[in-house]
């Protein structure tokens, strides 16, 4: 078991975090798959960027479908996630590039699930969906 610090910048998980350089501690989850849950804010590579983590929240695991909706269309495009892969977004989804642009993330992607903010206040990280 371990554990990491994290910086949070940008406004993607408001209002869970401010984005204005929030500190968050992580749990390191090796051998993840079966560990991760919908709801968890998780750390992960950015899959366009790799050298680059995100902070976001598991919206759907392997197997499930998600609604996204293209630009300019009216109707959803229906998605289901691919086995070892997980949908992430942002809780601010006007201002969060997330799995609606890059697809679903492979879970070896993911590198942690937030379970305390520390500063600028400190407060568990629940699991839950806004």
Do not use: C
């Not at 998605?79 to 890059?102: A, C, F, K, T």
């Not at 590198?111 to 806004?130: D, Y």
Request: proline residues 8%; hydrophobic residues 40%.
């Amino acid at each position: 078991y371990g554990g990491f610090l994290s910086k949070v910048d940008g406004p993607s998980m408001f209002p869970t975090f401010t984005g204005r350089g929030d500190w968050v501690m992580a749990e390191a989850l090796p051998g993840l798959s079966d560990r991760v849950q919908v709801g968890d804010v998780v750390i992960s590579s950015r899959p366009i960027q790799a050298d680059e983590n995100i902070i976001k929240r598991v919206t759907a695991l392997e197997g499930q479908t998600v609604n996204v909706y293209k630009a300019g269309s009216m109707a959803p495009v229906q998605i289901q996630v691919p086995p070892g892969h997980v949908w992430l977004q942002g809780d601010n989804l006007i201002l969060s590039r997330d799995s609606r642009e890059y697809g679903p993330v492979p879970l070896a992607l993911v590198k942690g699930r937030v379970v305390a903010q520390l500063w600028p206040s400190i407060k568990w990280v629940e699991r839950k969906l806004r």
